[in-house]
């Protein structure tokens, strides 16, 4: 059976506090190049999701005529404005 020794404690306590700054100190020396590198990939994913969505607008518009193209796609299955429910029709019996 062991025992807890007032030198082993010291030199627990030597190891957490010495990780604790050692950590502190990389962490200041690497997390503004880690958050850079995040910021930029964010970035550029979203300036890729930017061109996407420009591309695919149903609108286009021509540099040469300022010809202004409508895509049809989406005009041949019109939404349906009033949606009404069923009618049942039924006479009283007396």
């Known amino acids: 059976m062991q025992t807890a020794s007032f030198s082993g404690f010291m030199k627990t306590l030597f190891y957490i506090i010495s990780f604790y700054y ?3 100190f ?3 020396l690497f997390l503004p190049l880690i ?7 964010a970035s550029t994913n979203f ?11 149903s609108w286009k518009k021509s540099v040469n005529n300022d010809e202004i193209i409508y895509n049809t796609a989406n005009s041949k299955n019109p939404r349906e404005t009033k949606k009404v429910g069923d009618y049942v029709d039924y006479e009283e019996i007396d």
């Open 22 to 24: 050692i950590f502190r």
């Open 47 to 57: 300036q890729q999701q930017q061109q996407q969505h420009t591309q695919d607008t």
């Open 35 to 41: 958050v850079k590198k995040v910021v930029e990939k």
């Open 26 to 28: 990389l962490a200041k």
